[in-house]
Structure formats: structure tokens, C-alpha cells
């Protein structure tokens, strides 16, 4: 199948998936037991504010007219009044989203470049000590949550010995006038470093065992026993051969780990203070603030799929005979 | 003319540590190649011809050892050279064209890159000089230009086959092993490639080492051959002597079983299996299924005798091989 | 016939199984900790909600490990330790529920999407494919605060998105297996299809499912820990997540080191045992892993 086809039918299938997920958001949001208006309404507002909301969402039509009345509603940019900000969902979420997408992309390129090397030095050495070694590493970090290995490190590095910040993104009082300034400032790095080395440390154990047992598999085929017999050096054939060959499942399995990834950031966002959509959505989903806890939802998956669909652009790129056939 | 020996192989013995014990894969093989000549080695699945001959460029199973013997090339001996020369040997001197060319090229990788690759290991050569040299190589066994920026994926097995077969001579190496390289191929395309590697054997003069499992293909393409059985070898010597005079009953018993050699007959099978390599057999180890075991062979393990000049048969009794022969086209022999 | 040689086998590998010396180790600690999750009551000082009192009738609040209070208490007086331990229960009913419902609905939709091909597979596969897209965590919390928070809830929504593993797993497993000539002749001479799955095919996907139990059993005592860390818990569950919440959300992370480090130590040594255990068990039987 030609490059073109296979970058459609993986975009299509992606519009798909954000249809599901769109449709499954619905159906969560207004099953509110009991007063429909609940879902966009707090308890506090006025009988008029409510009767303005449900006539702006249209809750007393049916199902299906509200149902379309959503999707066009939010490709329009329409998520809601949030109520504890009382402001438009849409413009909360699209600042969260920019600091989520800021840590999650440090964070997929260290985990999952790590544990590719640590997966491959331990197919490499298999039996041997440093294999024994960065196993037990690699389980022994995924085995405990993130929300832990996060609040002992705040507790060590930044309570104790004030190595770094307490959380947060950066230290109350600062100034940016552009992106650049806004992102790429040692205050700024100083607070990304514990919340992207905790979470490295957790996810990097997926990727790790899985190019394990890629490398395994591949290192028994014949194309790696005609390199060596080329008189080529040993790190060259696990490195140039073994391993760019041991990537290609690994890269498959990166829609599972996104999944995982973006679920698993909740939780470190919330314990170190980040303020994206995780911590977003929690305290949203705790106050009952419902248009912006959906917004938060809407937005969490647009990017879960977005970076599925990068995955597959990676995967087509690495393996040629994806592309020719 | 005597030609000069390209590599002597001498008392090789090979173990694999396995769950379930150690298997003795191979045990005091010895045998010679001379400089441009074809040897064939041949042998049924599992005897260790190919671990014997992989063993030359240091090629084995993580599992494995090589628990004795020495490999001499060129005055030196492969298997207690550093890892340095060894590499420097590899391809350069000792090439490999390997079983199963459907597997033997990265996927990854084209063409070009991994033919490019074996060159630039051992010489600094460049991208065109590297085409240049590449293009001398396809004419010399048939193939177009235009794969080159084909990855494997896109080329059928014999051509896989050939570019392997290139790629092995890209360097003009002394000796090429040549392991069963047709095995994979449907019949037609084993014949082309049978006729392709004899062709450029004789033109290149370049030495080979031809392992197969079957004794006809060796006959079309070798002088001398060694028979193979359990991880030893059983027979040596020139190809039309074995063939016409085998010592040894296995010899024996894999002509009749093969057709369209020797006179036109019913196809004779020796009954059995090899043995379990797991434990070293006491005794000669064809004694279960030969036909003509005396009570010396369950006890006592033949050592390669010289019969005839060159050859040489692992047997006691290669002085009655003439009485054997005459017993081993008979069918209820091997009953 | 095939099912008691296969369950011989696996008895036989529990025996293999001691002499790795790590999965040893970590069979034994689950071990400890389904002691210790039934002896509770017995075990633990206090009950789990009680607060405790010094001579002078002051509540003990965040008192650091003494001989009374092993592991120190919290802000509201209570022994962490008892919390602790009783925190066990709810990290196993978890750990076995969610690995029982996994197995069980992984196996089943894996070999009928494997068996069946065609139409079905299609549209199962499709379907794990989408539910690949939702974060855990995120529809977790979604659907607790909208209907409720409560432990069971908890365990069919983490079963929920776990059968997915499994399932994709096992369904190349049977299409491997569904080609096999025992499976095909046992097709021409009229056996039914069920029978088929249950006496072929099934027995040759129990180790993957298995294997997925384990993980999954991992997996979900650390989603289960997540989800009541960030305050969604079962309200009357007092689980080794909600002791964390309570530290973090009393803002004691930077103080009271006995009280957060604990809870979230005994994840890890559980949930750590269960995938070292794992890891020895599936050497035993997955030839491709065998070291020599």
C-alpha cells in the first residue's frame, strides 16, 4: 500500500476514534442521576441563569438533537461557562493543554528513549548481571506508582533538602513576555526536572521490556548472523542491525503506552502542582465543575490521538515495507 | 599440480549447553580445503556440518563452545586469534553465503546499503567506486542495477539469493562457504544457482566450502567431499572414489537412498535415527543402524582410518568394504 | 484428557518454581500478605478509623514511630500502621478480582475474535483498538464522580479497560493455533465449534492468560492506589491510596515521612513480588525466554 493510502487510512481511523470518545463523553455527562441541567448548571445559579443554560444547550429537546447540538458546539470551540471560573471552558483548557503537552512530550522522549536503551544493553547482555540488574531497575520502578515516587521525591529533594521546587511551574512572580521566555528559562526547567525524572522512571519500564523481547526475537535471525559475519563489530550489529530492527514493535506498541501515558500524567500533574489538564480536570470532576471537567476530557483525548497519529507517521517512516509494496 | 591447503581443519569438537544437558554437536572433525578447489560436505539434517563449517568464521550459538581443536588459515589459527584479526578475516579472506537468503538481508536496509556495508567494514571505498564494483558483481551473477535501491522485501528468493552470492564475492575472498544456499529455493531457481556458483567457482578460482544435505547437488559441484554422521565425519576423499568405491556402510546406505546415482534402481532408506547426541555414544556411532555391526563396533569408537591414498573411512572394517558394497545394493541388507 | 496433562504440568512448574531463587523470594511475600489480609483483625493494634488518646486525653496527632504507634500516626490521631495493614485487604480483593475478570474477559473475547476471523474479529478488534484511546485515569474519576464513588465500581472500571491486553494477545495466539492441522481436522470430522475452543484452543492460551492475570493483578492494585489517591475512593474504604491522599491532601508530603512512605512501600513490595513471581513462573514455561 502506498505511503498516501496508508497516512488515510490511519487518519480516518483516528476521526473515528475521536467520534467513540466524543460520543462516550456524552453519554457519561448527561447521565447525571437526576436533574438534567445538573450537567451545565451549578446548584448556586439563579432559576434564570438556568433556564438561559438550557435553552443555550438545548436540554429540552431530545437526545439526539442535543447530541448534535454537542458536536457542533465543540467543533465550533463552545465547551461551556465553567462554573468556577466563570469563564469559557474552551480558553482554561487551551492554556492547561500547552503545560500537559510541554511535560508529556519531555516525558515520552526520555521514557521512552531510556528504556529502548535499557531494553536493548539488556537483550544484549541476556543472563548477565547488568541484564539482571536493569530488569530488576525497570519492574522495580514500574511496580510503584507514580504518585508515590513522586511525593518521596518532593519530600527528599524538595522539603528536606530543597534541591528543587516544591511544585508548580514555575516560581511565583515571574515574568515572560513571549513563548520562548515563557518555556525555555531555568526556572522552568528546574521545575520540569523532578516531575519528568519521576514519571521517566515509571513508563520507561514498558518500553524497556518490551524492545527486550523484540531485541531477543530479532537477535536470533539469520540477517544478524550474516552482519557478524561481515566482520562487523558487535556493538554495530545490535545497534545498526538488532535494534533498528527491534524498534519496529516497540514503536507499535507506543498506542498502548500513550494510552497509558496520558492517564498516568493525571496523577503526577496533580502531586507535583503542573498546572495542565490533569490537575485541571481532578479539581474540576471535585467541585462538580462539569463543562470543564468534560472540555479537560475532550482535550486529553484529541491529544491522546494526535500522538497515536504521530506514532503510526514514526512507524511508517521506520519501516519500509509499510510504505513499499 | 598439488594445490596448496587453504584450510585445515583439525579434531574440531563443538558442545551446546542446553535445560535439558550438554549435546555433543560435532567431535574430532578434520579435513582439508585447497586453494581453489570445491569441497563439499554433506550430511543428513542435524549431523553438524553447518555448526562445523560457521565454526570457521567463529560463528556459533550463544549456547555453544568450541571445546577442542584448531582451525589453520593461512598460517594462523582462527579460533586463538583476537577479536580484532578475527573480524579482519570475515568476509575479507573467508566470505559466507548464507542457507536461507529469504532471512539473511535486514529488512531495513536496501540492497545497496548492506552489500555497501561489507565493503566499507573492511576497505575505505566510496559510494561510487562502491557502484562501480557492485555493478561487476550483479553482471557476474545476473542481476539489474536497478535493485539496488530496492529493500529485500521487494525481490524474490532467488534474487535475494544472488545478491547474497555478490555480496559474498564483493570482496574477492580466498575461501566462500557456501551453506546449503538452495535450500530455500523451489527447483527450478536451485538449478540456476547450482550452475551460477559452479560457473563462477571455476572463473574466479576462489575456493568453497559446499555444505548440503544432498549428495547429488554435491556431485555436480565438488572434487573432494566429506561424508558427515553424528556429528563426525564418516568418509574423505575425492569425489568420483567415494561415489564409485565408498568404505563406509553410511556412505553406502545414503547412495542408495539417493536417486539417479550410480545405476538406475529401487530407492533403498536405512532404517532408524541418528542418535540422541545428548549422551556420547559408546561405540562407533552408526553401530544401531548398520547393517554390517560387529561386536567391536558397540565397544570400541573408530578412529578416521587412511584406506586408499587420500581417503580415509571411520570404520574397522573398511577391508571388507568390497563384500559390503555388493551386500548394500541389496535391499534386505538394510532390513 | 488434555486439560489434567496441562494442569499436571503446571503443578509440576510450581515445584520448578523454587528453584529460582527470585521468584522464590517473591512467593513467599505474596504469601505474607494474604496472611496478613486475612489475620487483620488480629494483627493490627488498632481499628483503622480509631483515634488514640495519650494519658493526658490529647489526640495524638502526627506523632512520629514510637513502640505504641509502629508507624507513627496521622493528623486525625490514627495509627498508621493498623491502616496500613488493613489496607492489604483492599490491595488484594482488588489485585484478585481485577486479574480474574481480565483473564476471563480477555481470554474470551481473544479466542472468539481469533477463532471466528472474518466479520467478528474485525469489529471486536476495532473495538479494543477504540478503547485503547481512554485514559484510565481520566474516565475513572469521570464516571466516579458521576455515579459514585465505590470500590466495586472501581474494580469493573479498571477490569474494564484491562481486558484489552489480553484480548489482542490471545486472539493471535488462536489465529496461530486455529491453523494447526489437529484444529483443522478436528473441524472436518464434525465437532462443534465450541467444543473446539474449549478442548483445543483453550488450553494452549491458558499461559497467556495467566501471564496476564499477573500483570493485570500489578496493574490494577496500582490504578486502584491512583484513583483513591486523588480522592476518589470508596468513601469507606480505607486503602493503602486514600492513606496517601490523606497525607497529601493534609498537606503533610514535606513532614510526615512515616506516614506517606508506608502505604506506597507496601505497593511496591507487592506489586513487585507479583511481577518477579510472574517473570520466574513464565521462564519456566515460555521456551523463547529460556536462558540456557
Known amino acids: ?325 | 599440480m598439488v594445490k596448496p591447503t587453504l584450510l585445515d581443519v583439525k579434531n574440531l569438537a563443538i558442545e551446546y549447553t542446553m535445560r535439558g544437558g550438554v549435546i555433543h554437536a560435532i567431535d574430532g572433525v578434520s579435513f582439508e580445503v585447497k586453494a581453489g578447489e570445491c569441497f563439499g560436505l554433506v550430511g543428513e539434517s542435524g549431523c553438524g556440518k553447518s555448526t562445523a563449517a560457521k565454526a570457521i568464521l567463529g560463528l556459533w550459538a550463544s549456547n555453544a563452545a568450541v571445546t577442542a581443536g584448531e582451525i589453520i588459515f593461512n598460517g594462523r589459527d582462527l579460533l586463538r586469534i583476537g577479536r580484532g584479526d578475527l573480524s579482519r578475516v570475515r568476509w575479507k579472506e573467508i566470505a559466507l553465503i548464507p542457507q536461507n537468503a529469504m532471512n539473511a538481508l535486514d529488512p531495513v536496509y536496501t540492497i545497496f546499503d548492506q552489500i555497501y556495508e561489507a565493503m566499507r567494514i573492511h576497505k575505505n571505498v566510496r559510494k561510487p567506486e562502491a557502484r562501480e564494483r557492485i555493478a561487476e558483481l550483479f553482471g557476474l551473477v545476473g542481476l539489474k542495477e536497478d535493485i539496488l535501491t530496492h529493500f529485500p522485501h521487494q525481490l524474490s528468493g532467488g534474487m535475494k539469493q544472488r545478491v547474497c552470492i555478490a555480496m559474498a564475492l564483493a570482496l574477492e575472498p580466498q575461501l566462500v562457504i557456501a551453506d546449503e544456499p538452495t535450500t530455500a529455493l523451489d527447483v527450478l531457481i536451485q538449478d540456476q544457482i547450482l550452475q551460477l556458483v559452479k560457473g563462477l567457482q571455476i572463473r574466479l578460482q576462489v575456493a568453497v566450502l559446499y555444505i548440503s544435505h544432498d549428495i547429488s547437488i554435491i556431485s555436480h559441484m565438488c572434487t573432494r567431499i566429506a561424508v558427515m554422521y553424528a556429528g563426525r565425519i564418516v568418509e574423505l576423499g575425492d569425489l568420483r572414489g567415494v561415489l564409485k568405491t565408498p568404505y563406509h556402510p553410511y556412505t553406502m546406505g545414503l547412495l542408495n537412498a539417493t536417486p539417479n546415482i550410480g545405476q538406475v534402481r529401487e530407492l533403498i532408506s536405512i532404517p532408524g535415527v541418528p542418535p540422541d547426541l545428548r549422551v556420547v555414544p559408546k561405540g562407533c556411532r552408526f553401530a544401531p543402524r548398520c547393517p554390517f555391526v560387529k561386536d567391536r563396533c558397540r565397544l570400541e569408537d573408530p578412529d578416521l582410518y587412511a584406506v586408499d591414498g587420500d581417503r580415509r573411512a571411520r570404520c574397522f572394517f573398511t577391508s571388507e568394504a568390497l563384500t559390503f558394497r555388493e551386500l548394500a545394493q541389496q535391499e534386505q541388507t538394510w532390513k | ?292
Open chain 3, 1 to 292: 484428557m488434555e486439560m489434567r496433562a496441562r494442569a499436571r504440568s503446571m503443578l509440576a512448574g510450581v515445584t520448578k518454581l523454587s528453584k529460582n531463587r527470585l521468584g522464590l523470594a517473591g512467593s513467599i511475600v505474596i504469601g505474607c500478605f494474604v496472611g496478613v489480609a486475612i489475620l487483620a483483625p488480629y494483627l493490627a493494634p488498632y481499628g483503622a478509623m480509631h483515634k488514640s488518646f495519650n494519658e493526658r486525653g490529647e489526640l495524638e496527632s502526627l506523632q512520629k514511630p514510637s513502640a505504641r504507634h509502629w508507624f507513627g500516626t496521622t493528623m486525625q490521631g490514627r495509627d498508621v500502621f493498623s491502616q496500613v495493614i488493613y489496607g492489604t485487604r483492599v490491595a488484594l480483593l482488588v489485585g484478585v478480582l481485577d486479574a480474574l475478570l481480565t483473564g476471563f474477559l480477555g481470554t474470551l473475547v481473544g479466542i472468539a475474535a481469533g477463532y471466528s476471523r472474518g466479520r467478528v474479529d474485525d469489529f471486536l478488534m476495532r473495538f479494543v483498538d477504540i478503547l485503547y484511546s481512554i485514559p484510565f485515569e481520566p474516565f475513572a474519576i469521570a464516571v466516579l464522580c458521576i455515579l459514585g464513588p465505590s470500590l466495586w465500581r472501581l474494580i469493573a472500571i479498571i477490569a474494564l479497560l484491562l481486558w484489552r491486553d489480553p484480548a489482542r494477545v490471545i486472539r493471535a495466539q488462536t489465529l496461530t493455533l486455529s491453523q494447526r492441522p489437529y484444529v483443522k481436522s478436528a473441524r472436518a470430522s464434525g465437532a462443534s465449534d465450541l467444543r473446539i475452543m474449549w478442548v483445543h484452543i483453550a488450553p494452549n492460551v491458558l499461559p497467556l492468560t495467566f501471564a496476564y492475570m499477573a500483570l493485570g493483578a500489578g496493574w490494577a492494585i496500582i490504578a486502584e492506589a491512583s484513583i483513591s489517591f486523588l480522592g476518589f475512593g470508596d468513601p469507606g474504604v480505607m486503602s493503602w491510596g486514600t492513606i496517601l491522599n490523606h497525607v497529601f491532601v493534609n498537606g503533610q508530603i514535606g513532614n510526615a515521612w512515616w506516614w506517606s512512605f508506608p502505604p506506597g512501600a507496601m505497593i511496591v513490595l507487592l506489586v513487585l513480588s507479583i511481577f518477579v513471581t510472574f517473570r520466574a513462573y513464565e521462564e519456566e514455561f515460555n521456551p523463547r525466554l529460556r536462558r540456557w
Open chain 1, 1 to 325: 500500500m502506498s505511503k498516501q493510502r496508508y497516512f488515510f487510512r490511519r487518519a480516518v481511523h483516528s476521526l473515528i476514534t475521536l467520534w467513540v470518545l466524543m460520543t462516550i463523553l456524552f453519554c457519561l455527562f448527561r447521565l447525571l442521576p437526576g436533574d438534567p441541567v445538573a450537567a451545565v448548571s451549578s446548584p448556586e445559579m439563579s432559576a434564570e441563569v438556568k433556564r438561559d443554560l438550557i435553552e443555550r444547550f438545548e436540554l429540552d429537546k431530545p437526545l439526539y438533537v442535543q447530541y448534535v447540538g454537542f458536536f457542533r458546539g465543540t467543533l465550533r470551540g463552545d465547551l461551556g461557562i465553567s462554573f468556577a471560573y466563570q469563564r469559557p471552558v474552551f480558553g482554561i483548557v487551551l492554556a492547561r493543554a500547552s503545560n500537559t503537552l510541554i511535560l508529556i512530550i519531555v516525558v515520552f522522549i526520555v521514557s521512552y528513549s531510556l528504556g529502548f536503551l535499557i531494553g536493548v544493553i539488556s537483550a544484549w547482555k541476556r543472563g548477565s548481571r547488568i541484564d539482571n540488574v536493569l530488569l530488576l531497575f525497570a519492574l522495580g520502578f514500574r511496580s510503584a506508582p507514580v504518585l508515590w515516587t513522586g511525593m518521596m521525591a518532593l519530600y527528599l529533594l524538595s522539603y528536606l533538602w530543597h534541591v528543587f521546587p516544591v511544585g508548580g511551574i514555575r516560581s511565583p512572580g515571574s515574568v515572560s513576555t513571549n513563548f520562548f521566555e515563557h518555556f525555555f528559562n531555568l526556572d522552568f526547567l528546574h521545575h520540569l526536572f523532578l516531575p519528568v525524572v519521576v514519571s521517566s522512571l515509571y513508563f520507561m519500564g514498558f518500553p524497556a521490556l518490551l524492545t527486550r523481547s523484540a531485541m531477543l526475537e530479532v537477535m536470533d535471525e539469520d540477517f544478524i548472523e550474516l552482519a557478524r559475519a561481515k566482520g562487523l563489530k558487535e556493538v554495530a550489529v545490535m545497534f545498526k542491525h538488532a535494534a533498528r530492527n527491534a524498534i519496529l514493535p516497540a514503536v507499535t506498541a507506543a498506542a498502548v503506552f500513550i494510552g497509558w501515558a496520558f492517564g498516568g500524567i493525571l496523577t503526577v500533574e496533580y502531586v507535583f502542582s503542573w498546572p495542565g489538564l490533569g490537575t485541571e480536570m481532578v479539581y474540576a470532576v471535585g467541585y462538580r465543575d462539569y463543562p470543564l471537567a468534560q472540555g479537560c476530557f475532550i482535550f486529553i483525548g484529541l491529544l491522546i490521538i494526535a500522538a497515536n497519529l504521530v506514532a503510526d507517521f514514526i512507524y511508517g517512516y521506520l519501516d519500509p515495507r509499510i510504505v513499499y509494496q
